[in-house]
């Protein structure tokens, strides 16, 4: 069961990029190369807090609820103070940043999508058993 919940994650951060790559190389093509950059680190932007969700979440062994829901809110502030710094970052370098709020939006909503998918066949399966 670990090895597919891995498999999962890994094929999310996958979609992740392959969407976002393909939408920045559209903006590239539709409006120039700034827009494409940014575009593209708000995707990257929402993979990293993902990414640090998944890492925080299982660092927990699952038995102490107590430590899930600190492990959970510790998460929840770094990310927050990441994002932040991220984006005074990107707009200190000059990205347009309600394009890299489109990437993290477009992002999120393909997290969204992807575990709704799964969801879905999880449900299909557990009908068929």
Not at 69 to 93: D, E, G, I, P, W
Not at 96 to 102: G, I, S, W, Y
Not at 118 to 128: A, I, N, T, V, Y
Request: net charge positive; hydrophobic share 50%; with cysteine.
């Amino acid at each position: 069961m670990e090895n597919a919940r891995y498999s999962q994650i890994k094929t999310l951060f996958l979609v992740h990029f392959l969407v976002a790559g393909l939408l920045a190389g559209g903006c590239f093509f539709l409006f120039d190369a700034s827009v494409a950059l940014s575009f593209f680190c708000g995707g990257a932007l929402a993979v990293l807090a993902s990414w640090h969700t998944h890492r925080s979440l299982h660092r927990t062994d699952g038995s102490d609820p107590e430590q899930g829901r600190r492990q959970l809110l510790k998460s929840a502030l770094f990310r927050y103070v990441m994002a932040l710094l991220l984006l005074l970052l990107c707009y200190r370098v000059g990205l347009a940043l309600p394009v890299l709020a489109a990437g993290f939006f477009v992002a999120q909503l393909v997290t969204y999508l992807y575990f709704f998918y799964l969801l879905q066949k999880d449900q299909r399966q557990s009908r068929l058993s």
